[in-house]
């Protein structure tokens, strides 16, 4: 079973950092002590279906915020910048406000309302890291399935705009949609072949 932070403390990660297209989605989870984290783990090491029971569990039993950061504001701030103002953020909705909050990577976001420390790779040791890597995950997963029905052309059901070889296809053949990172390569290419790309994939 993975450590818990203790009374007050609040674990935070994200999804979608990677991606061509979708937004970048942040979680803040404190877990009460009663809190069965039993099968609390690094979303990427569960299945969909048991991210899916976890994902209930928590919003069910633990005090939790989610933040969504879409393709323009990650545009505009960079993939960086856009996923710290979503911790920021996801940690200025929580309620009751957290003692303190533990980010998983090695970056802090300012202007909290309570102490902030980052722990490489958090969400395979801490809890409440791992809550929140797990309620980020789904939540994106849900955004990108119900734009899939909008644009079901590029297939973002199943790649969930991962840069794969199918989403790349599908990319030449069509070029972006509103949904696409435009300071991302490939997008930003296609769009001004000519041009540079200053910003590629995290």
């Not at 994200?14 to 979303?43: I, N």
């Not at 504001?73 to 993939?79: Q, V």
């Not at 949609?177 to 769009?191: D, E, G, Q, T």
Request: aromatic content about 6%; glycine content about 8%.
């Amino acid at each position: 079973m993975l450590e818990r932070l203790g009374a007050g403390g609040a674990g935070v990660d994200e999804a979608g950092r990677g991606p061509l297209a979708g937004p970048v989605v942040v979680a803040a989870v404190c877990l009460p002590e009663s809190f069965d984290a039993r099968g609390l783990d690094d979303s990427k090491k569960l299945s969909p279906e048991k991210r899916a029971q976890l994902a209930t569990r928590i919003r069910e039993g633990a005090d939790w915020a989610v933040e969504v950061v879409e393709p323009a504001e990650i545009d505009r701030l960079n993939i960086l910048g856009a996923t710290l103002e979503g911790m920021r953020r996801a940690l200025v909705s929580l309620r009751p406000a957290p003692a303190f909050a533990w980010v998983d990577g090695n970056r802090t976001p300012s202007n909290c309302p309570c102490p902030v420390e980052a722990v490489i790779k958090g969400d395979g040791h801490f809890a409440e890291i791992a809550a929140a890597s797990i309620l980020a995950k789904t939540t994106r997963d849900a955004i990108m399935v119900e734009w899939a029905a909008r644009y079901p052309a590029y297939g973002f059901e199943e790649h969930f705009g991962y840069p794969t070889p199918l989403h790349l296809e599908r990319l030449r053949q069509l070029g972006p949609c509103p949904l696409h990172r435009r300071s991302f390569a490939p997008v930003r290419n296609w769009i001004e072949p000519n041009q540079p790309c200053l910003i590629g994939l995290d």
